[in-house]
Every structure is written in structure tokens, then in C-alpha cells.
């Protein structure tokens, strides 16, 4: 590799030929400023459209000044990032920038979290010297995720995310000049255009322009309301990151310390997701079993691969784009759509609590499980399954809302029978975490031996599309894996090509899975943030007793007791689902 | 939006011209062009199909579609009226016409009347500066245009 030679604030550096002023200066301490410009390393994403200009610095002898993030190096630069010319230019910049946004920093949603406010803090903004024209488009509200472009700055990150990663194409710049935003085709809302709520676009937001649909409001009334009994389930991937919220270091694990704060926050039941992540297990695991010896029999209308279906992003994803496929996927619930009916259906029942009278709530790293709770079919007389979805973010707020220290509570027991759960309930938060976990427990069922080395190591990682052959006793299993929606689409291609060598995929539709999600802490681009959460929940699946799904004591009293047996009536009925075709008519109306 | 029903013919000639540019996706504004000649105007269901024949989104078609000014999801009237406000035509009062055309059909320039009668839009120079300020009606040529002059020149459309 070619290297070259420069200096930058008078201090030299020798970096790779085509590296960027800004990662060459990064690589000797010099952290140049950046708005537009986002990074997740190690994960193939980038946005440096070099719009805002922030990251301006001096090179000698060049006439104007030049965008950090997106001007090469060359042999001999020299670079000054902090010169008098360019703190000044970059105020300017900053200032302009600011002229037309709204200044409701003390009521707005990502107040403390936003980082036009964090760069205004940075470079001393004490005024707003110019005062520009306000834009004034219309608030779009959808199931899961609010726009509020009036305070998008242009930077273009939700729409990288939303094309490139994700392929979902909802979001694009449209319009020129002032009247320019980010929007939807037509500038319709967002809940006409195909949008899988995956909520990348939030996560990524330096801004509030783009927020998730706060339902704290709404529970905070339930646990008021004394006539309720107010259930909560928790999503294995919030355990590894709410912790953020409260200074912790990421990976730290607080699953004791948020079940005493649910607990404190009023809650009659704390369950955990994680025991119906291991009843999905059951159903999803019986369902590739059931699907793979009618192949193996000869059966030419099996569809195989069999793919997942716990992510619910994902779900819309295939809804809109691979309707062809409907009959692919496993007709599996998620984990928070079985979780609902077991707790209405079994628990409430068994206590003498009229559905309507229990209140369920789900913590989840996602914003898409905003809009699944909603869905019509998981609703009886209008009763939701799941009532509300709160983010991991929302909860940490209703944590600080209630005066909790969390810091300082001790380590709790989630409550039974809803809320016992394995290793492999615990592994759905990563990406090849849901398949390692139907894996475990397919393996005994399929060959009725025991599994001796739980870990799948060669299902983990984060690499985009992986690939491993699994030996079910002699049997090779071919399984595939998918993370962010982009990559699935090219696994779902060569389905729909018929090319698919695969038994079994599975897909989540953020990038690293669940604990990259939508609702999680903001990252501001740290991919080791993510990294760090899945290394933490490997350590909560190593630290679990029971690690496979079907030895989970209470799973199997609930099917001795209530279901009967994996893809049995019941289970039809309470924990599996039907898909709709969205691809037609999204944006024009009849 | 109410949906429209573009023309099957129109459509299927669309597709030939996709073909002609290999339906690859950085040839999204040629497409465009010819879109436009073809059907006059870019409809959401027009944009639809040519997302669908490049294999590109939606949105970003309507990006592109709302980002250059040539581009129009309006569909012109049946006497499209331009008005030039070319230096000559402008010192010789155009704007004062304009502004009486947009009273007269209660609509601003880019916009179609409720009937499709009537388009407005504005040019630059027809090379007629003798006759400023000029207006033109489909391809007739109507110079030293008045305020005053404008009704005469709608109501000769209008019977």
C-alpha cells in the first residue's frame, strides 16, 4: 500500500494514499468536527455527502477551504484545523446552519441528545447573529416515527440509511433550495410510503427531526390507574444497553437493576421477553423440523429455505417488497406478539383477570414493534395484545421521571412463570442469535442426542451476510444469516431466483440485530457501542443454567398445561400469524 | 390524489425507451425527457413505472423530478400561455401582463385552470423583442400586449 506523507497542525503523519484529512487526523488525536459526516466502522456504512461544511480546515496553498471528511490527503499537505480563518468560517457555517432552525431546545424531544446542540455547545455559540426565513412543513406522525423537518438540517444521513443500508427507499431529498427536505414520494406521510419503521433513520438523526412516537404518556396513566393490572415484558437487547443511559460503560449487563426499577415504576408482573423468545423457539423450531422431514420425505410443496420471522421490521420489509414470497417466512409470532396472548389468554385468565382490565407493555430496542403492537390481526374486539411499546430510550426516561437512582438499585428476579427464560431466549438480541437458538434446541429434537457444545461460533460475528453448514447427525444444514434489510434483500433475491442453497435464514432488519435497533441509546456512530452490547449478551446466555429453549421448566408446563404441543390448535391460534401483501397502491389513494 | 389511468400505449412506448437506455438507473433524467415528451407532464403513476423500470425508489425519482425546473407533475392546458420576461419584454411592463393573466385565470404561473383550459408559465426571450412585451397562445405570437389586452386574448380561447 502507498503510503503518504503530510502534516497537520504541525505535527507529521504518514497514512494510507486515499485516506481522508479527517482520518488521517484522527489517527494522531486531532478530532476535526464533524455534522453530516457518520461512520460505523467495521460495518460498511458511511455518509460523507461533505454538505455542511463544518469539518472545513486550512491546506496550504489551496485557495478556498476544504471539507475534511471528504478531501484525500497528498503527499506533502500541510493541513491546519484550528487556524483563526477556519474557527471562524466554521462558526459562520454553524451559525447559518443554525438561522433557520427552530430554537425549542428546551422542549424538544432530543434535548440533551442532539448534536447540532452538542457542535453549537462545542464551538462557543452564545447568539444567533442571523435570523433566516423558518421553515414550516407540516408535523407527520406515523405508528412509529414522528418527522419533523423543520429542524432536519440536511445532513442526509436517514436517507443513506433508508436507501443504501436498508434498500428500503422511502426517504429521499426532494424539492431544491429552502423548499428542500427529506420526505417521503410525493411528499406523502410516512405511513403511506413503504417504511418498515425499521427506525435506522431515528437512530442515526443528529437532530430531532426524526424521533420515535413517545407512548410513555400512556403507561405512566395504566400504572395509575388502579383498576388495571399493568404486565411488563422486557426485550433481551435492552438489558445490554439501557445502562448507557445512566453513565454506565456499554456491555455493562443491568438486567437486575431494571427489573427493581420496572418494579419500582409500578408494574404488578416484570416478565421478560426472553421466555417468549423461547416459546418462539418451540413454534419456530417445531415449524423448520416439521417443514424440513416432509422435504427430506420427498414432499416437492415444502417451501424451504424457511425463514425467520421474529423481527418485525423485517416483517414489512417482505410485505412490501417480496409479496411472492409470503409463504417463506415462518408463520411465527415475534416474541412480543406471543408474549401478549399468553399473558391476556393463560396468566390473566388463571388469575381471574378480564383482558381488558390488564394492561400489557413491551420494552423493546426497536420502533418497529410500535407499529406490530398496532396491527389489527393482534387485537381481539379491538383489544391490543400488547397495548404499549416503549424504546429502550423512553424506559430510561421514565426511570429518570420517577426519581429513581438506577445506579444504585439492586439486582432483582423477573417474576414467574412469564418470566423464566434460557440462554437461548437471551441470544435473540444478535444478530444469528435467533437461529443459533433454534439451532440448540432443533438439533436434540432432530437426533434426539444431546448437544454438548451449545455455542454455534460459526453463526456469530458481524459480518453482512454469513454463512455456515451445520451437521445435525450426518444431515447437513445449510443456514444463512442476514443483517439490515439491504443485505437481506440480496439472501431474498436468489430465494426468488430459486438459487437459494439455504434450509434455514435468518434476518434482522438492524445492522448488528436487535441491539443495534432502532429504540436503542443513540450511538453517534460508535460501532464498538454495538459491539460491546453483543459481547454482553453472550456473557448473559453463558451465565444462564439452562441454555436451550425446550428445557425451560415453565415453557413446558405452559404447553403441558395450556397449549398441548408445538403448531398444535392453540398454538395456531395464540402464536402464529398471517402476512399481507403491501406492495400496491402505497402512494396514490383510490 | 385521485389515481389516473395513463395510456396503455403511452405506457408500453415508455418501456421501449427504458429498454433503449438499458434500464440502468443513471440514465433516471433521460428517461425523464422522454417521459415528459411523451405523456406532457409527469404524473405519481408515471413516476411509479419509470421507479419500477429502473429499479430505483420512488422517492428518489420524485426527488429528481421536483429538484429540476424543466420537470412538471402538472399537466399543461390546451392553450398553454407563456409570457416572456426577457429584459426587453420585462422594461416594457410583462410583469404588469403576467400579474393580470394570473387574476384573470386564478392561477399562478406553473398551474393549470380547473378545466384545463388554460397554463401559465414564463419564458425568456422568443427573439420577438420588437413586439415586447410578447405573450404566446400554443404557437401564436401576440405582441405589444397590455394589461388591458389580456381578457380579449383569453376570451378569444374561451368560446
Not at chain 2, 14 to 35: P, R, T, W
Request: aromatic share 8%; with cysteine.
Amino acid at each position: 500500500m502507498e503510503m503518504v506523507k503530510l502534516t497537520i497542525d504541525g505535527k507529521m503523519v504518514e497514512v494510507e494514499k486515499d485516506t481522508t484529512i479527517l482520518k488521517a487526523a484522527k489517527t494522531i488525536g486531532i478530532d476535526i468536527p464533524t455534522l453530516c459526516y457518520f461512520q460505523l466502522k467495521d460495518m460498511n456504512i458511511e455518509n460523507r455527502p461533505g454538505g455542511c461544511r463544518i469539518c472545513v480546515v486550512e491546506v496550504v496553498g489551496r485557495r478556498n477551504l476544504a471539507p475534511a471528511c471528504s478531501t484525500n490527503v497528498s503527499k506533502d499537505m500541510v493541513v491546519n484545523t484550528h487556524s483563526i480563518r477556519v474557527l471562524n468560517a466554521r462558526r459562520t457555517v454553524l451559525e447559518l446552519i443554525l438561522s433557520d432552525h427552530p430554537a425549542e431546545c428546551l422542549t424538544c424531544a432530543k434535548s440533551g441528545y442532539c448534536e447540532l446542540q452538542t457542535m453549537a455547545q462545542q464551538l462557543g455559540v452564545r447568539e444567533l447573529p442571523f435570523q433566516g426565513e423558518q421553515s414550516t412543513y407540516r408535523k407527520d406522525t406515523s405508528p412509529a416515527i414522528i418527522r419533523d423537518v423543520d429542524k432536519c438540517i440536511m445532513c442526509r444521513r436517514c436517507e443513506m440509511m433508508c436507501n443504501d443500508v436498508q434498500t428500503v427507499g422511502a426517504l429521499s431529498a426532494v424539492n431544491r433550495g429552502f423548499m428542500a427536505v427529506v420526505a417521503p414520494a410525493f411528499e406523502m406521510n410516512l405511513e403511506k410510503s413503504p417504511c418498515t419503521y425499521c427506525g435506522q433513520c431515528v437512530s442515526v438523526c443528529p437532530t430531532g427531526a426524526l424521533t420515535e412516537v413517545d407512548h410513555s404518556r400512556n403507561v405512566i396513566n395504566a400504572l395509575a390507574d388502579p383498576a388495571k393490572t399493568v404486565v411488563v415484558q422486557t426485550a433481551p437487547a435492552v438489558r445490554a444497553a439501557l445502562g448507557e443511559e445512566f453513565g454506565l460503560a456499554p456491555g455493562t449487563l443491568v438486567t437486575g437493576k431494571m427489573v427493581a426499577a420496572l418494579r419500582r415504576l409500578g408494574f404488578n408482573y416484570v416478565f421478560d421477553t426472553d421466555f417468549a423468545a423461547d416459546l418462539t423457539i418451540m413454534e419456530e423450531g417445531s415449524e423448520l423440523l416439521d417443514r424440513l422431514t416432509r422435504y427430506l420425505k420427498g414432499d416437492k410443496t415444502v417451501k424451504l429455505p424457511i425463514l425467520t420471522s421474529c423481527c418485525p421490521g423485517w416483517v414489512n420489509f417482505f410485505e412490501h417488497n417480496f409479496p411472492d414470497l409470503m409463504d417463506v417466512p415462518s408463520t411465527a409470532k415475534s416474541p412480543q406478539q406471543m408474549f401478549g396472548p399468553i399473558a391476556k389468554e393463560y396468566f390473566g385468565k388463571k388469575l381471574g383477570i378480564d383482558r381488558k382490565n390488564m394492561i400489557v407493555v413491551s420494552i423493546m430496542p426497536c420502533l418497529a414493534k410500535k407499529y406490530e403492537c398496532q396491527r389489527d390481526e393482534f387485537k381481539v374486539d379491538g383489544d391490543p395484545d400488547v397495548n404499549y411499546s416503549l424504546s429502550t430510550r423512553e424506559l430510561a426516561h421514565l426511570i429518570k421521571f420517577a426519581n429513581i437512582d438506577f445506579n444504585s438499585l439492586p439486582d432483582e428476579d423477573f417474576d414467574n412463570p412469564l418470566g423464566e427464560s434460557t440462554g437461548a431466549g437471551v441470544i435473540f438480541a444478535n444478530t444469528g442469535g435467533v437461529i443459533e437458538a433454534a439451532c440448540r434446541t432443533a438439533y436434540e429434537l432432530y437426533t434426539g442426542k444431546k448437544l454438548e457444545k451449545v455455542e454455534f461460533n460459526e453463526l456469530r460475528g458481524l459480518e453482512n451476510i454469513r454463512h455456515a453448514t451445520l451437521d445435525f447427525n450426518g444431515l447437513p444444514i445449510n443456514i444463512g444469516i442476514a443483517h439490515g434489510l439491504g443485505n437481506a434483500r440480496k439472501l431474498l433475491e436468489d430465494v426468488q431466483a430459486g438459487k437459494s442453497l439455504f434450509h434455514a435464514i435468518e434476518i434482522m432488519a438492524c445492522p448488528g440485530g436487535c441491539i443495534g435497533g432502532g429504540g436503542q441509546p443513540f450511538h453517534h456512530g460508535d460501532s464498538e457501542i454495538i459491539k460491546q452490547r453483543a459481547a454482553a449478551i453472550y456473557r448473559e446466555d453463558v451465565g444462564k443454567p439452562i441454555r436451550k429453549s425446550h428445557e425451560n421448566p415453565f415453557i413446558i408446563e405452559l404447553y403441558k398445561e395450556f397449549l398441548g404441543k408445538p403448531l398444535g390448535e392453540k398454538s395456531h391460534q395464540l402464536l402464529h400469524t398471517h402476512y399481507f401483501d403491501k406492495s400496491a397502491g402505497t402512494f396514490v389513494d383510490e | 390524489m385521485a389515481k389516473i389511468k395513463l395510456s396503455e400505449k403511452k405506457i408500453e412506448e415508455l418501456k421501449v425507451v427504458c429498454k433503449s437506455f438499458n434500464n440502468d438507473k443513471g440514465e433516471l433524467i433521460n428517461v425523464l425527457h422522454s417521459a415528459q415528451s411523451i405523456f406532457g407532464y409527469l404524473p405519481a403513476e408515471l413516476q411509479e413505472v419509470i421507479a419500477k423500470e429502473l429499479n430505483v425508489s420512488v422517492a428518489h425519482v420524485y426527488g429528481v423530478v421536483t429538484f429540476y425546473s424543466f420537470f412538471t407533475m402538472i399537466p399543461k392546458g390546451e392553450h398553454p400561455i407563456s409570457i416572456c420576461l426577457g429584459t426587453a419584454c420585462y422594461v416594457r411592463g410583462a410583469e404588469k401582463v403576467l400579474e393580470e393573466f394570473k387574476r384573470v385565470l386564478k392561477i399562478q404561473v406553473g398551474e393549470t385552470t380547473a378545466d384545463g383550459k388554460f397554463s401559465l408559465s414564463c419564458l425568456r426571450c422568443v427573439g420577438a423583442c420588437g413586439l415586447a412585451p410578447v405573450v404566446l397562445v400554443g404557437e401564436k405570437v401576440y405582441g405589444r400586449v397590455s394589461p388591458d389586452g389580456v381578457k380579449d386574448i383569453v376570451a378569444e380561447y374561451n368560446n
